[in-house]
């Protein structure tokens, strides 16, 4: 749907893992039990959504790198992927390399669809 809410719930799981607050007692079915909190609690967290039921386009990966120069974020988190690409063609690697040009740390996932079981599919 044409709304920039998250559809299926991954964006703010990964925001929360980012900069979720502290959960006192938190346990997977009483195993593990304590604190639970992302990386930096209570951080300040913009989110740009480039996924729609159809898939996510380069345009819009490579439109959500540039607002988020534009609006000076320090650090970005991609937990998107797809299918492997030529390094120097892919919008995540051409997003992420202008980004550090501009001094903004980029953190990406691996991607879970790669060729075959246990291969990465973004290299960037």
């Not at 719930?9 to 009483?30: D, I, K, Q, R």
């Not at 959504?49 to 650090?75: E, R, T």
């Not at 970005?76 to 797809?82: C, D, F, M």
């Amino acid at each position: 749907y044409k709304s920039p809410r998250d559809a299926d719930g991954h964006g703010s799981h990964t925001s929360s893992t980012a900069g979720g607050n502290v959960v006192e007692g938190a346990s997977l079915y009483g195993l593990a039990e304590g604190d639970a909190r992302g990386g930096v609690p209570g951080a300040r967290i913009a989110m740009y959504k480039v996924c729609w039921p159809l898939g996510c386009s380069d345009a819009d990966i490579l439109a959500a790198f540039d607002d988020a120069i534009y609006d000076g974020v320090d650090l970005l988190s991609l937990s998107l992927g797809g299918s492997a690409s030529v390094y120097f063609e892919g919008s995540i690697a051409i997003g992420a390399f202008h980004s550090i040009m501009k001094g903004i740390t980029v953190a990406c996932s691996a991607g879970n669809d790669g060729p075959i079981f246990a291969v990465a599919a973004n290299v960037a």
